[in-house]
């Protein structure tokens, strides 16, 4: 009974590259929501996604990020051409149907990639 | 713009008494309200949660209480024990599904 699973843990990465961070959900669950923490914050909604389509990037900067859950596949965060201020905690949520209609359902987390700009 | 605060970074407790953890938010809009448990190094764990229509909700060893005049919530555990030491989050939905979240209390349990 695995949980949402996210790859790498850790990510090194040089101003300039690109970070590409991958989240596979609970298994049945088709909403994906990415955050982000910076150190000594709380985590920030960054995007929300279903299968295929991207619900609500409203919390995601307009530059060089960009998300995708395609039918198959895990859903993958992507930063292009990386700064120092993308460093982060990024934290994968999964579940099964959207919002919390009747209080019925959660975001399940995953453990985190921990990407480190030099 | 933080609509959910959590003003106590940290909080010690002995083991066996209560701990309580305090959240305020001000977005009127926020509908239901959720508290998560972390560990280092792990994914925030879902704890409990409750719907603006009550007041309280409990499970276990832990109560969360409502104050929605006040836009107030508070965690209460109790017997603390020192597993339960964690940062712990407080996090608001609006009418959407996103979390918002505070910036999260450390609870240390001593023995």
């Known amino acids: 009974n695995a949980g949402v699973m996210q790859n790498p843990r850790h990510l090194v990465r040089r101003r300039g590259q690109e970070a590409r961070l991958r989240c596979s959900p609970v298994?049945?669950?088709?909403?994906v929501y990415w955050y982000r923490q910076l150190p000594e914050e709380g985590l920030k909604f960054m995007v929300y996604?279903?299968?295929?389509?991207?619900?609500?990037e409203s919390g995601m900067p307009k530059e060089r990020f960009s998300a995708e859950f395609p039918k198959e596949g895990p859903s993958i965060l992507r930063i292009q051409q990386v700064v120092r201020g993308d460093s982060a905690a990024y934290f994968c949520?999964?579940?099964?149907?959207?919002?919390?209609?009747?209080?019925?359902?959660?975001?399940?987390f995953g453990p985190g990639t921990r990407l480190l700009v030099l | 713009d933080q609509q959910v605060k959590q003003n106590s970074p940290s909080l010690s407790v002995q083991e066996g008494r209560i701990s309580i953890l305090n959240c305020d938010y001000t977005n009127s809009m926020f509908d239901y309200f959720l508290w998560y448990k972390k560990y280092p190094a792990e994914g925030p764990t879902f704890l409990i949660s409750?719907?603006?229509?009550?007041d309280k909700n409990e499970d276990g060893r832990f109560t969360v209480f409502l104050n929605k005049s006040a836009k107030h919530l508070s965690l209460h555990i109790v017997p603390s024990q020192p597993g339960d030491s964690a940062v712990y989050f407080c996090?608001?939905?609006?009418?959407?599904?996103?979390?918002?979240f505070g910036k999260g209390t450390s609870l240390l349990v001593t023995p």
């Open positions: 996604l279903q299968k295929e389509n991207i619900i609500d």
């Open positions: 996090a608001a939905v609006d009418p959407g599904y996103a979390l918002n």
């Open positions: 298994k049945g669950h088709s909403h």
């Open positions: 949520a999964s579940s099964p149907r959207d919002g919390f209609r009747g209080g019925q359902e959660t975001q399940y």
């Open positions: 409750i719907s603006s229509i009550k």
